[in-house]
């Protein structure tokens, strides 16, 4: 539950909680286990809710299945895209960045795709703005930005730009590939 709210407290201020972050002993695996697989089981069972308001068991499980999917091979490409950016940004004299930051840097902005997931998945109907705020995560990136060690503004703002992309676009094609894949109705 404290893992939980360390994830909203990231949304509120993500700056001073990232620096909270890093600074934790608790390894990235364990945090793993113990708020970030949670969550998206969570997410997964929220699917399941549509079902309330009409849609099938398949629709629901296919839903279930392609989020968490989605989300799970974010979680796991990711950081090593955000890694090779950071290796073409980065000059000889900025600090290294640590696979573990970019490991639960991933899990904190995915967590936020999460949690738009489940509240869209609870109402009845598609709200088109809450396909909006995944836009916040431009401003938690830049505020992040700074601890990762690149010095030159210029860089900066690209890999503010670039971890934005990855982050956004490594779900949503994910989600996009399962989609054509998997039957919509048996």
Request: glycine fraction near 4%; aromatic fraction near 12%; hydrophobic fraction near 60%.
């Amino acid at each position: 539950m404290r893992d939980l709210l360390s994830v909203l407290r990231f949304l509120v201020s993500p700056a001073s909680s990232w620096a909270v972050a890093r600074r934790s002993t608790r390894p990235v695996a364990e945090q793993e286990r113990g708020w970030f697989y949670p969550l998206l089981a969570v997410v997964a069972a929220s699917a399941f809710v549509q079902m309330a308001y009409g849609a099938s068991l398949t629709a629901s499980l296919v839903r279930a299945v392609a989020l968490f999917s989605a989300l799970f091979g974010g979680s796991l490409l990711c950081p090593v895209l955000i890694s090779l950016s950071l290796q073409r940004l980065k000059t000889d004299g900025d600090r290294p960045v640590a696979e573990w930051e970019l490991k639960l840097f991933s899990m904190y902005n995915l967590s936020v795709l999460a949690l738009v997931a489940i509240i869209q998945n609870l109402l009845p109907v598609e709200l088109l703005p809450l396909y909006i705020l995944p836009v916040y995560l431009l401003f938690v990136v830049s505020k992040c930005a700074p601890f990762f060690g690149i010095s030159n503004e210029e860089k900066r703002m690209l890999f503010v730009f670039g971890t934005f992309l990855i982050i956004i676009l490594v779900p949503l094609l994910i989600l996009l590939i399962l989609w054509q894949f998997m039957p919509q109705e048996i």
